[in-house]
């Protein structure tokens, strides 16, 4: 059984930062997912096992950073220029196989979820 210790989110205001973490037993890909209330869960970002190859929704491209801590098996979803169509529930999740993967389908264990509220 792979578990996943999510933190970091909170409430900010519009153009504020936050960064969550993702801590794990071992390095696995992984994804950062997000679902609003009333829609389906979105991908917001991978980062190979490596770290060397990231990818992100568009729409977060240019204020959102992956990036992974090797040493302590910990991923990071550094969050810039919030906007409050930001706003949800923010998942992080692992898959054992290579590759980034973009459908919550491909993943086999979620975190918790941490709440991101972002004000206007």
């Known amino acids: 059984q792979v578990q996943l210790v999510e933190s970091g989110g909170g409430l900010v205001q519009a153009g504020g930062s936050l960064r969550l973490s993702c801590a794990a037993s071992?390095?696995?890909?992984t994804g950062w997912f997000r679902q609003a209330p009333g829609k389906e869960r979105e991908f917001v970002a991978a980062?190979?096992?490596?770290?060397?190859?990231?990818d992100y929704l568009d729409s977060v491209k240019g204020r959102f950073t992956i990036s992974r801590d090797i040493a302590t098996n910990t991923v990071y979803l550094r969050m810039n220029s919030l906007k409050p169509e930001d706003t949800a529930v923010y998942y992080c999740?692992?898959?054992?196989?290579?590759?980034?993967?973009?459908?919550?389908?491909?993943?086999?264990?979620w975190g918790q979820g941490t709440q991101v509220t972002v004000s206007s």
């Open positions: 980062i190979s096992w490596s770290g060397d190859n990231t």
């Open positions: 999740a692992v898959r054992r196989l290579p590759g980034l993967q973009y459908a919550p389908g491909d993943y086999e264990y």
């Open positions: 071992r390095r696995y890909v």
